[in-house]
């Protein structure tokens, strides 16, 4: 794999390559100083860290009270293979669980749907029924444990389900009938904006997936307090290719339309707001990612106190998960991701990341082995125990650059939420596929300045050379057998009068203005696979197509 | 020389459509014609659109794993319409044990993450069948 540096290696460093602009394309000068930050007012713009705007963090000590949450998304093959990595995991010193969902689940098919051909177990792992999600938490105490659920479209239809196990497990413990989910904690990700936007993963129409949204809103509001009801995801819009300000920007106004539609629906600001929590990702563009954390903090404190009219302080606080930049990733020399990935985890610290994932070296090729998957916790590990980051809080705060980078993206920011609220509203935008647009032309000029070579890749399109395949995971077709006859004992199993009941009674109130949660929590009670429940709320609304534009 | 009409799918049900818009603006800028067809295509979906288009290129777009069940299937259904010469290259993440498997049914460019547009431009331009204009 290595070999010994050559004359090349060692040679005087040449100047770098290609202009001085950030990933995003932001021009960057040689040297800031206080005039580029003469108009930086302390204590209206910065505050000191867990003030008001939170520009330096949500937190007075930093994480000297708490470090963030090393939470690693992990998911493949059937429910049992992902418990064991789980329990490697925690094991391991990892301490919140972060599942991954395959395709099927993700678009709300069984497996033995004709779309699902060759997708089961792939991407994540498969979930159909109640059934699966008991596999998937056997021996785990989920009171014990926080659990992030990447689950979009379907998302109430996972967290019924995870809550049914809560009350099972709670029973088993008590034998009484608390349901234990007073004090359950843990976040589905439940943002389906960013889908139409930019992952895909869609199955309704926009406004009928917004009034889901609204209902595990007022739902979790009533029954589960501690749920992070939607964690608004600019992840997957950065991944899209998006800029750092379109991330920022994009992402709010999402949060704004949540926000908005929650009112609407009739519910006190206060009494969801403070559940709604974000995930950024972190790019290789060190001072800007920073920055975009910092504004992200300060713009969401305003939204809400001056916008919004919340008064609870925890409305205003900016929380976020953060993943590394998947997209950053090679295939060529896959050892240096894990330099990528650390050099990005350190971003995501120094910014105040409440949780972070950190890719394996592997992914550009496959979903990562368990050694990888170890790897990249212990980067995290290495990052909040060895390098001393974590002693200070917000350690960039009056650096020339980084104040000067942190206004400059608040401001391109706030010019898209403009646009768009002049637009009618996020919803609107989409329809009229104006943040898929953006996203598309940045993604096509990040490719040709990779293609100019403008923009340097290591081992992509500079100091390529021929490297050993790695060893790396593969899903065969065993995982498929194996959920389509679970899935065939379940439906033996069940009793076929109460499924049917269940998802009558599904089907009628997704068609008038009752909450749906308590009625999937009925069906997947009744162990109702998630495909039965996607078409009951499918024959109401329809699917959403796109309209397919290059 | 016409230009050459390339169908650009996704198939199966991942949406990360970022790769296939990429090369379908690739393509088109490099003068050729360009069909996307959109997400979650069926390969019945994908030869029909190949058909009617007149394609001589259909690229695919798969990052899900799913190519071993997706290739095939529409490899028997070009056979079948007898479009052998339509030009098939797939781009994603293709495990390496599945590239010769993938190259013995027939699918003659496979381009992995960090391939070049122009790479993609010009094999397809060497390996299209050839369309001349017929006056």
Redesign the interface.
Known sequence: MTRAPSAADTAPPPAPRGSFTTVSGRPLAALYTPADISTLDYERDLGDPGEFPYTRGIHPDGYRGRLWTMRQFAGFGTPEQTNARYQQLLAAGGTGLSVAFDLPTLMGRDPDHALSLGEVGKCGVNVTSLADMEALFSGIDVAAVTTSMTINSPASILLAMYLVVAEQQATLRSGSGQAGWQTLSGTTQNDILKEFIAQKEYIYPPRPSMRLVTDTLAFCAAQAPKWNTISVSGYHIREAGATAAQELAFTLRDGIEYVQYGIDAGLDVDAFAPRLSFFFNSHSDLFEEVAKYRAARRIWAHVMRDRFKATNPRSWQLRFHTQTAGVSLTAQQPYNNVVRTALQAMAAVLGGTQSLHTNSLDEALALPTADAATLALRTQQIIAHETGVAGVADPFGGSYVVEALTRDLEDEALAYIETIDRMGGMVEAIERGYPQREIADSAYRFQQAVEQRDRVIVGVNEFVEEHEPIETLYIDDSVAEHQLARLEQVRAARDADTVRRALDRLEAGAGGNENTMPLLMDAVRAYATIGEMCDALRRVWGEYEEVAVI | MAKIRVVIAKP???????GA??I???L?DAGME?I?????Q?PEQIVAAALQEDADVIGLSIL???????CPRIMALLQEKRLQDVLVVVGG?I???DVPKLRAIGVRGLF???T???EVVDFIRTNARSRVESL
């Open positions: 199966g049900l991942d949406g990360h459509d970022r818009r990429v379908a603006r690739a088109r360009v996307y067809t959109g997400l979650r069926t899900s794993g799913a190519h071993m069940h997706i993440i495990p390496d044990v992995l993450p960090g070049p547009m122009q």
